[in-house]
Each structure stands twice: as structure tokens, then as C-alpha cells.
């Protein structure tokens, strides 16, 4: 015969071997989830939106001393940087840089993408004695941050009262790249403002339709991360 205290004992004897128990819990519903997945695509689309502005900066100073110009850039960009520099009074030169030309060293005139750049803007118009052309030695990695360390040597040996201010001029998306490597070999001699310059080779407005846009987008992401937060060269 099972009297209650020997019930009362069984139940406590097997309550420490639980291993399922009900609860009341919270969980969405549907239209919840459906809420919350098209929140979230909002966000994400407000963020694909606004990658390819953030890589193609534009913080240019008022008032600066010089222009830097990328050697690399195409014809149109030389364009853009001679009429970048015909419109602010203040501008005392153009720099270009450069590494070795990757192909054409040997049958090319001009060896490097400096001398190359330098040769185009005098062509096109600007006074010889305006346009300075910075080379580097030819690296096979890290030639943006190589060009910036050969315009700081280059820059210690101006008067260091000459030269307060410059404007980096880059082409579209790589911009932002190019800032932060140029300011980290010489933002402690000069203060460095940025300019991007568009590309042809795809609609800045609607990157993400054209190949190469995602692709150059996708790129400088990856890359810009790298040099800055693993404090890395290219």
C-alpha cells in the first residue's frame, strides 16, 4: 500500500532527472518576422548605398598650397586636376607621383608614372615650371604608400615653410585608400585634404549594376580595411 509520504518521496526522488520542462516563451510571429527581415533590408540597402560616396571622398581644403596628383590616373583625371588647380588662387604647384612604369620602361621617354603624369599636364597646358614630378622606385606591392614615402623624403627637403597644405587628387573609389596611406607618411609635415575625380569606366550613381563599379567598390572595401585597421601598406 502506497501511503502519501511515500508518493511525496518518489516525486522528489526522480525531480533532479528532469530533463524536459515546459515554459511560456516570447517568439515572433509571422508578420513579425516579415517586419523585422524588411527593417533589416533597409538598413543594409542604406548601407550599400552610401559604400561607393564613403570610398570616393571629397574633403578638399579651401586654401591649399599644393596639388598631388596620382601619376596613374587617366587622361580625363589629368583634366580634372588641371582645373582643380586653375581654381584656387592659393595652389603654388602640382606634384605628381609615381612608381616604375609596370610595362614600356625600356621604349617610353618617361620612366616612371610621375615623369609620365608631368609631361601630360605641361602638354596640356600648365607652366613646366609649376608641375613637379615626385618618382619612387618600382615595388611590385604597395606602390600608393611608396609614392607617399618618396613625397615626404621629397618634402624634407623644401623649406618646411613653403609647403603647409596640400590636395590629394585620386580617381573615384580609390580615393579614400590613397588619403590614408599619403597621411600616414606625410599628414605630420603638411595637412592633407582629398579630391576624387570620376572614372569612366562605370556610373558612380548606379555601381552596383556594372561589373567593374561592384567590382572596384568590393575591392577598395577590402583593401581600405586592411591598411586601417591592420595598420598595413596595400
Known amino acids: ?8 518521496v518518489k516525486t ?14 516570447w517568439g515572433l510571429t509571422l508578420q513579425g518576422w516579415l517586419f523585422g527581415l524588411a527593417l533589416l ?6 548601407v550599400f548605398s552610401q559604400l ?17 596628383v596620382e601619376g ?27 612608381t616604375k612604369l609596370p610595362r614600356g620602361y625600356y621604349l617610353s621617354e ?22 613637379i614630378a615626385v618618382s619612387a622606385p618600382g615595388v611590385p606591392r604597395d606602390r600608393s ?13 623644401q623649406d618646411q615653410s613653403a609647403y603647409r597644405s596640400a590636395n590629394l587628387l585620386s580617381e573615384s573609389v580609390h580615393a579614400r585608400r590613397s588619403w590614408t596611406l599619403f597621411k600616414k607618411a606625410i599628414a605630420s609635415r603638411i595637412e592633407l585634404g582629398v579630391i576624387s575625380v570620376p572614372t569612366a569606366e562605370y556610373d558612380g550613381d548606379r555601381w552596383w549594376t556594372q561589373s567593374e563599379g561592384f567590382k572596384r567598390v568590393l575591392f577598395e572595401g ?3 580595411f586592411y591598411v586601417t585597421f591592420f595598420n598595413r601598406t596595400e
Open 12 to 25: 522528489r526522488r526522480f525531480k533532479f532527472l528532469k530533463l524536459v520542462d515546459r515554459r511560456d516563451r
Open 110 to 131: 618617361y620612366k616612371t608614372f610621375a615623369e609620365l603624369s608631368r609631361a601630360s599636364l605641361v602638354k596640356m597646358g600648365i607652366p613646366a615650371s609649376q608641375v
Open 145 to 157: 604608400y611608396t609614392s607617399a614615402v618618396a613625397l615626404a623624403d621629397w618634402l624634407k627637403s
Open 52 to 68: 561607393h560616396g564613403f570610398f570616393a571622398i571629397n574633403q578638399p581644403l579651401a586654401n591649399p598650397d599644393l596639388l598631388i
Open 1 to 8: 500500500m502506497t501511503t502519501p509520504s511515500t508518493t511525496r
Open 222 to 224: 577590402i583593401a581600405w
Open 72 to 98: 596613374w590616373v587617366t587622361d580625363d583625371n589629368a583634366k580634372d586636376a588641371i582645373q582643380e588647380f586653375r581654381s584656387r588662387p592659393s595652389y603654388k604647384a602640382i606634384i605628381t607621383t609615381g
Open 41 to 46: 533590408s533597409v538598413v543594409l540597402w542604406g
